[in-house]
């Protein structure tokens, strides 16, 4: 984030202790937590891992889902998750979010799985740096600095591919268009970094539930990632980005409110930009 822009929406143990707290969903027996003090570069911090018993045919299967703190200390095993097309939870700025690459097919087909979301609906990507953007996006026609006046920050801003996008014509096929984030989150912008991609992004919830501001919120869907990433109780509230249509010259149009629509439409017209009322 640059500090200098001139307006910023986002300033913004030996021994095992187990805690047991059983509860069943969807025929999925949850027990708990299991604490592990592990040593990182920095010193302690815990680790937890989060084990579910699936039954199946009458037997039962375990399986551990690894729920890191969201620190650069396990960013590198986040990236390589990406890396191998899997699925991760992340906090960001705002909520809970799914990620995976964005130009892998097959990890773009789970996020929609995990969700039960219809293929019609599209996934926005993040990119670690504004100046990433460029490379999915058409820019060229946005005021000077506009988008380092929006992000990093709370916002989706929706751009036209262009035909010198580089992302995969299988993500939202058949729209010319594509919501991107630069979250003022650093954990997640650093994995977008290493991955040496975009990512696909959306939030950690079925489709048509309450978004996530908390990683108990969705911890029926743990199983289904390989990592899981605590970053506590997100403050934004369950809101998410403003999401702004920029594909036209010189036009903006608010298609979601979000956490941060009037600071978002007040540099939009500092820069000239005038409200598309058309309905198209």
Known sequence: MNATA???IAQTLPYFT???HPSRAEGVEKIGFLNLWTRSRRGFSVKKMAWSL???DGNVDTKVVSVSPATEDYAKEAIEAIKAGKVIAVPTDTLYGFACDACSAEAVNRIYEIKGRKHTSPLAICV???HDIQRYAMTDHLPHGLLDCLLPGPVTVVLRRGESSILEKSLNPGLESIGVRVPDYN???VIARGSRSALALTSANLSGQPSSINIKDFENLWEHCAYVYDGGILPAGRAGSTVVDLTKLGK???LRPGSAKEETVAIL????LLEDGTGD
Do not use: M
């Open 187 to 189: 954990f997640i912008r």
């Open 6 to 8: 001139p307006t910023k």
């Open 128 to 130: 670690g740096d504004i």
């Open 18 to 20: 187990s805690l047991f």
């Open 54 to 56: 699936e039954k199946s």
């Open 252 to 254: 903006y149009k608010i």
């Open 269 to 272: 017209e500092r820069h000239s």
